[in-house]
């Protein structure tokens, strides 16, 4: 089946544009992800959607940075007048479960290569 | 600061070389992951290991658990140019919706043929 899709796969801004970051999850399931890898940094937790509660945002680096969840589906992430180091891989996952359970695994897209001149 | 320790962070070897690599807390996990990262691609999962001291054997790849839950290791034997990838550990704290995945920042392997 289909897997994790993201667009666009590449994003070339200049500094102070705002850009958007779509993710399809795979069908039916209730978590996703959103996280930022830049080169060294590993992967860096942005934020977390997970059915109809309220998302965990904790991850978020700044009030630049937002996400939807529209339907409990497709997200969206959104970042307002970017930066230079805004620039790096953000990867979307969902998880069928995402409750805790020890078993969950999270399906990654291939990611979103951001880069802000 | 980090959670997750990985080490090394690069490792170059030649095919059919054995290694490990390591993945070190001081915070005990209730699970951990192991995923493989190519490039241009997201992360794979390889691996979830639950129980301390637990091994497990995925062909050529052994993982282990550390018996206090706070420590894994991957072990290839006979390393194949496909190997080649950026490996990822990711260990749970917490439990139901407080559960959060604490990632290393990954050890990149080269295997060259």
């Known amino acids: 089946g289909a897997g994790v899709s993201q667009s666009p796969s590449n994003k070339v801004t200049e500094k102070g544009k705002d850009v958007e970051l779509r993710c399809d999850p795979i069908?039916?399931?209730?978590?996703l992800y959103w996280y930022r890898q830049s080169l060294g940094q590993g992967l860096e937790f942005l934020i977390y959607f997970q059915g109809n509660s309220a998302p965990d945002k904790s991850g978020l680096p700044s009030d630049r940075f937002s996400a939807e969840r529209t339907g409990g589906s497709v997200s969206t992430l959104t970042i307002q007048r970017t930066q230079q180091e805004d620039s790096a891989v953000y990867l979307c996952?969902?998880?069928?479960?995402?409750?805790?359970?020890?078993?969950?695994?999270?399906?990654f897209g291939p990611g979103t290569r951001l880069t802000v001149l | 600061t980090q959670l997750l320790e990985q080490s090394p962070q690069f490792l170059s070897i030649q095919e059919g070389e054995n290694l490990t690599v390591y993945c070190n807390s001081s915070?005990?996990?209730?699970?951990l992951q192991w995923y493989r990262q190519e490039p241009g691609e997201g992360p794979v999962l390889l691996v979830t290991?639950?129980?301390g001291g637990e091994v497990k054997k995925l062909k050529r790849l052994t993982f282990q658990f550390g018996d206090a839950r706070k420590d894994s290791s991957l072990h290839i034997t006979a390393a194949q140019p496909g190997d080649t990838g950026l490996y990822l550990c990711?260990?749970?704290?917490?439990?139901?919706?407080?559960?959060?995945?604490?990632w290393g920042l990954g050890t990149s392997l080269a295997v060259n043929p």
């Open positions: 290991v639950v129980t």
């Open positions: 996952a969902s998880s069928p479960v995402g409750t805790g359970g020890i078993s969950d695994t999270q399906y």
């Open positions: 990711a260990g749970a704290l917490g439990a139901g919706n407080n559960r959060k995945l604490i």
């Open positions: 915070s005990v996990f209730s699970s």
């Open positions: 069908s039916g399931h209730t978590a």
